[in-house]
RNA sequence: GUGCCCAUAGCUCAGUUGGUUAGAGCGCCUGGUUGUGGUCCAGGAGGUCGCCGGUUCAAAUCCGGUUGGGCACCCCA
């Protein structure tokens, strides 16, 4: 079989999937253009310490799942495993500070050094939003709205359940995390091995074990409602309540943490179960702290990143490609014509293609195969009388059309 | 990174306890039609059975390795 082929994890885009990808891609442009999120694009790739410091020294991404090397300089660089720090980055080193508060869209190629498995790749490709600069409630719930907003329109929204958590404030959440260290120190010898690794790394996590020993244990966890701050409560309260206002339905899922450091507040993934083990299509959250991490004036920031392969699997419905017209020239003379013709007629705004080689029976056979919706003959005899022959690809009526007249008999 | 399953023509798949020239449908090509596609008819091309090695008189079929894919874990979009 073919030696040559697509790096693992990675695969090739051909029209179907590629249409389909666009779509999603172009309405969560459209969708989020509404709410006045603008577009932007950051490089693929940074400079290692732009991810390495702010997504969380101990997070799977960083110690596992990114492309990094050297490039000639010596500098280490690393393909963007997401989009978000990038953004911030970009905020920082463009001074955009004076220009808060930000409303970010932005959708493209992403990195990540997995085992490939359904829905998920090493280069995939992700559509994203990011508010900078708004502390408020407000910007979460319109956030959400945003993801809700998109889903509807790919005529997916009913195949996802939004989910919903806080992760609390700094403070909060460090009390809540030693609460919840000396809970599991205390059973640690109950814990699977993987759950003791939590403990150490991002005791968080333990919450969400899938290991029964872990979940026997985790049953009598502290709960983080416990440990919320009056101000974390009050947060999360308006945000619950924007979107009960706005009829958005979501679950409380408290065992919804993220795996990247630089969330706090709020916190949200719309799941579907139709794609198996991954199921979060879209997923964000609050990163007060991130800007501020890498160096930034401190700056408030909420967003939230969709995997764009994952929406493409959930949509069964996207625009086609309109139908072309089928140019077929009949010998010499007419190759000749052709060239113009088929010209004007795009200029008009018909989509016009030309068979570039073929007798006319090929012509006519890849002019069915592409599913032109007319073919246009013009050979000795049209020539002759300044007209063409039209072919109606679906009845198989022919006329004779003036070729003045071409482009508005065409007209679709 | 770990575990389980899978790999035969361009595509989707058959291939019986290892046994002669590995099959089907779709697609592709040619002809029936010297200026006419899609339907129909006739014919044709196309596979070192993912790759490497082993067992055997004999391997698509059994064994080991490897690469790729699927599913789950991990983690995430």
Redesign the pocket.
Known sequence: ??KL???????DLLPEAWARHCHVEETARRITGLFNYRSVATPVFEFTEVFARTL?ET???VT??MYTFADKGGDSLTLR??N?AGVARAFISGNLQQQLPLKYFYSGP?F???????????Q???I?IEVLGVAGPAADIEVIQAGAHVLDALGVRDLTRLELNTLGDPDSRTAYREALVAYYARRESELSE?GR??LQ??PL?LL????ER?KAVSADAPGYDDYLNGQSTDFFAEVCEGLDALGIAYVRNPRL????DYYGHTAF???TDA??????????GRYDGLVATMGGPPTPGIG????????AMLTTDYPEASPVVSL?P??PA?EKQALPLADSLRRAGIAVDLGLSG???????????I??RA?V????????KAV??V????????REVPIDRLAAALAP
């Open positions: 079989m073919a082929r697509a790096v693992r994890g990675t695969q969380g997070s799977d991404v596992k799942e495993p997401e978000t992403m990540r050094h997995e085992r490939p498995q359904k829905g998920r790749l090493r995939f490709h992700q994203g993987e690794s939590r790394r991002n996590r969400d074990s899938k290991d872990d943490v993220r795996g990247l993934e719309f799941t794609l198996g083990a991954q199921g979060a299509v879209i997923a964000g939230w990143a969709g995997g764009i392969e994952r929406l077929v009949v010998g007419a007798n006319l029976k090929r012509r006519m056979q890849q002019a069915n195969r599913g032109a073919a003959l013009l050979g000795e005899d049209e020539l002759a063409a022959t072919r109606d690809m679906e009845s198989g009526e022919q």
